[in-house]
């Protein structure tokens, strides 16, 4: 399972454009790229998820260059309710091969200020 | 029910005692996971079950136990509760698995203190 690596924190303002980059070495071919979202005394929430390139949907865009070894999550004009843990996850496609295991790691804690 | 449900929301539970913490889906989602979750540490997998009948352990399996008898539940069980067991406990149930890493979907909780 690939390690992923990412900022332990990052601080914001409202209305700015935050990316937060993941770096995941040992991605392998089957592995897709997956970010979810916590807020405070909640479950995780997922975002966005990608195999290549650029993906973009009504909360964010992921963007991942061709090796594939990290990716860059991207908010736009992030708010106060924006503030929360982001994680990055690099998950095996093949669900029941062998036990399948999803790690969060510690994520990013993001703070947006006024 | 709307996706996930846990139950207790919270729970002070003394050591050595046995405690069941309850999880229930109406997506008729095939997988389920328990994970734990403690301070500064993310999100840890405990057990997880790829479909009724069938579990696996993850992470932190050790002092713990689930069942799968139907699609929809997927109890947790600590036989003999230690300290170290306070966490907040999250289930999350997703689709049978594809072509693609699947979606997890999260309950909201459990938040469990031994004392």
């Known amino acids: 399972l690939a390690k992923t690596t990412q900022p332990i924190s990052m601080d914001s303002y409202e209305g700015q454009e935050v990316n937060i980059t993941c770096s995941h070495n040992n991605i392998a071919t089957n592995d897709y790229i997956t970010w979810y979202q916590q807020f405070p005394s909640q479950g995780p929430r997922f975002i966005i998820q990608?195999?290549?390139t650029k993906v973009t949907n009504e909360v964010a865009s992921l963007f991942i260059p061709a090796d594939r070894k990290s990716s860059t999550l991207s908010l736009p004009r992030v708010s106060l309710s924006d503030t929360a843990v982001y994680y990055c996850?690099?998950?095996?496609?093949?669900?029941?091969?062998?036990?399948?295991?999803?790690?969060f790691g510690a994520g990013t804690r993001l703070f947006v200020k006024a | 029910i709307a996706g996930i449900t846990q139950a207790p929301t919270s729970q002070i539970l003394a050591a050595g005692r046995r405690m069941t913490l309850r999880c229930t889906q109406d997506m008729r989602h095939n997988a389920m996971y328990w994970y734990r979750q403690d301070l500064g540490l993310g999100l840890r997998l405990i057990h997880y079950?790829?479909?009724?009948?069938?579990?696996g352990k993850g992470e932190v399996p050790d002092g713990y136990s689930v069942s799968r008898a139907n699609t929809d539940d997927f109890p947790l069980t600590l036989a003999s509760a230690v300290p170290s067991q306070t966490s907040v406990y999250f289930c999350?149930?997703?689709?049978?698995?594809?072509?693609?890493?699947?979606?997890?979907?999260f309950g909201p909780g459990t938040r469990l203190t031994v004392l």
């Open positions: 999350a149930s997703s689709e049978e698995g594809t072509s693609r890493y699947n979606e997890q979907f």
């Open positions: 079950s790829n479909t009724a009948g069938t579990t």
């Open positions: 996850l690099v998950g095996d496609s093949r669900l029941f091969t062998g036990g399948f295991k999803t790690i």
């Open positions: 990608g195999y290549k």
